[in-house]
């Protein structure tokens, strides 16, 4: 999840002129594992808004727990 992370802002900074237009409100990426949709908080940081819990199935495949 780190590397997702860490990996997600790094394609946001270099694809934006500024770190405010690289958290864009409606941008959302999605990975394998994780989602991300950046949201600001009043009188702190980022959050991440977007995830899902995933599963394995019989066949050794992820499925999206709903």
């Known amino acids: 999840r780190g590397f997702d992370l860490a ?8 694809s934006a002129e500024t770190l ?3 958290v864009d ?3 959302e990426t999605e ?3 994780n989602r991300f949709r ?3 908080k009043m009188f702190s940081g980022y959050t991440n808004q977007a ?4 599963k394995y199935n019989e066949d050794l495949q992820f499925d ?3």
């Open 51 to 54: 995830f899902y819990i995933l």
């Open 64 to 66: 999206v727990v709903k």
């Open 31 to 33: 990975y394998v594992e």
């Open 38 to 40: 950046y949201d600001k």
């Open 25 to 27: 409100k409606d941008a």
């Open 20 to 22: 405010f237009d690289a």
């Open 7 to 14: 990996y997600d802002v790094l394609l946001r900074l270099a």
